[in-house]
Structures are given as C-alpha cells and as structure tokens.
Antibody, heavy 119, light 110 residues
Framework: QVQLQESGPGLVKPSETLSLTCTVS????????WSWIRQPPGRGLEWIGY???????IYNPSLKSRLTISVDTSRNLFSLKVRSVTAADTAVYYC?????????????WGQGILVTVSS | QSALTQPASVSGSPGQAITISCTGT?????????VSWYQQHPGKVPKVMIY???ERPSGVSTRFSGSKSGNTASLTISGLQAEDEADYYC??????????FGGGTKLTVL
C-alpha cells in the first residue's frame, strides 16, 4: 500500500520561499502523477498542481507564477516551492497520488503538514 | 478557474438519504466524467468516496453513490449514519488538464 509523507519547515517568513518534500514509500514514483493540495485553516481544499515522473508539471493558473513542482526519481520523492509567500499561503499542505488513466482521482493522500507564514 | 459550487451545509436524520450538489461549467464538470468526491472528518485526511462520477473505491460503503447531469454532479448518501457527519468536497478534471475543487459541504447528521 503506497504511503506518502510530507516534510519541511512549519514556519516561513513573509516574502520568503516555502519548500516542502513528499516522500513516496512502497510504490515507485515512476508511475502516476503526483500532486500538491492545500487547505487554509477552517477553509476548503485548493489544488496546487501535479507532476509526472518525467518532469512535466501542470499548475493552478492562479498560483502558477509563484510555483515550482519537481520530481526526484532516484530518491522517490517530489517537491513543492512557493515563492514570495504571504499570510494567505498559511495552510495544511497535502501531497497525494493522482491517478491519471482512464479514471482520475487523488488517492491516497499524505497526512498533511501545517505551514504558517509569519514573521 | 473558479471553484465548483456546493451548498455550504446539508443535514439529515439517521436512516434518511441526502444529496449534495456540485455545479461547474462546460469547461469542467460538463466536459468529462471525471468528478470525484472526498470525505474529510475534522482534523483528518480527505478520503476518496466516489470517482469518475459514480465509481466506488474498494472498501467504500454502497450507501454512497454519484451521478451527473450536464454541469452538475451529485453525491447521494443513503441510510445516513452518524459516522457520515463530515465535510464533503467535489473535484473535477478540466479542459485545461487542471483540477478544481468545490468549496465543500458540511454534512450534519441530526
């Protein structure tokens, strides 16, 4: 059963870059797409973007200018960078496998990591 | 891209059936049968309950079902149980190859 685990700093200063990593266990990252999703405290889910193991990424248009999602197949992980963060980027960040074949769904999800943007 | 539209809240009594709607556009819900529904209990990780409009993952109760008509998808939960109380989010694939979520619906079991 594939497992995903987010890691990274829980606190980032305004205007700096948020960097998170998602490590994939018990499955090769060289299948499927891999996604980031976030949820501000008390609010709904927002799709950030996804990446194929070959490196092709697709981003949420509203965030695209500040995002980079990358993949490292040798270490079976993928990463997220959000530049120039503000308090509005405070959220629980989830990584998830995106099944992109004849069917499409996010399954499974990591446990999530709370990132707070504050000085 | 705009978020899909869901009612903020729905409620029902144990044993009843409820339906949650998810309205999009011809660029998302209306274009593909790739609508999925996620259940999230407070403080927990979202879990897929329905994908591709009406497919249930292994292990999900048959009380959960999905449908779609035009630009609106729906999740129906029959035989409502206390454990169904949670937030529910719909998601759709779009014509831009992106994903979009709904704003979420809080289900209260009375």
């Amino acid at each position: 059963q594939v497992q995903l685990q987010e890691s990274g700093p829980g606190l980032v200063k305004p205007s700096e870059t948020l960097s998170l990593t998602c490590t994939v266990s018990d499955d090769s990252i060289s299948n499927y797409y891999w996604s980031w999703i976030r949820q501000p405290p008390g609010r709904g889910l927002e799709w950030i973007g996804y990446i194929h193991y070959t490196g092709g990424a697709i981003y949420n248009p509203s965030l695209k200018s500040r995002l980079t999602i990358s993949v490292d197949t040798s270490r079976n992980l993928f990463s997220l960078k959000v530049r120039s963060v503000t308090a509005a980027d405070t959220a629980v960040y989830y990584c998830a496998r995106f099944v992109w074949s004849m069917s499409k769904r996010f399954d499974p999800w990591g446990q999530g990591i709370l990132v707070t943007v504050s000085s | 891209q705009s978020a899909l539209t869901q009612p903020a809240s729905v409620s029902g009594s144990p044993g009843q059936a409820i339906t949650i709607s998810c309205t999009g556009t011809s660029s998302d819900v209306g274009s593909y049968d790739h609508v999925s529904w996620y259940q999230q209990h407070p403080g927990k990780v979202p879990k897929v309950m329905i994908y591709d409009v009406n497919e249930r993952p292994s292990g999900v109760s048959t009380r959960f079902s999905g449908s779609k008509s035009g630009n609106t998808a729906s999740l129906t939960i029959s035989g409502l149980q206390a454990e169904d109380e949670a937030d529910y989010y719909c998601s759709s694939y779009t014509t831009s190859s992106t994903q979009v979520f709904g704003g979420g619906t809080k289900l209260t079991v009375l």
